[in-house]
């Protein structure tokens, strides 16, 4: 299969390649050079701070915690 870069660098993947490796409107890819070959890889679209984010259940405000942190007195 073939594809042809545009002006501005851009390319289409052929239909098929995208369904066989599940490619999607907006996936990311991530691209390296390998003995004179260009690859891409599929990359993980989801941002590592989303995983965690909201895990620590407390009622204290982030002003707060980062106080306390620092070490000055808690304001409770």
């Known amino acids: 299969m073939k594809a042809i870069?545009?002006?501005k660098g851009q390319i289409?993947?052929?239909k098929l390649l995208r369904e066989r490796l599940g490619l999607h409107a907006g996936q990311i890819l991530e691209f390296h050079e390998?003995?004179?070959k260009l690859i891409a890889t599929k990359s993980s679209s989801s941002d590592p701070v989303d995983a965690v984010f909201g895990i620590l259940?407390?009622?204290r405000k982030t002003n707060q915690i980062m106080n306390v942190l620092?070490?000055?007195p808690d304001p409770r």
């Open 5 to 7: 870069i545009s002006e």
């Open 12 to 14: 289409t993947i052929p």
């Open 34 to 36: 390998e003995k004179g």
């Open 57 to 59: 259940k407390t009622t």
């Open 70 to 72: 620092r070490g000055e």
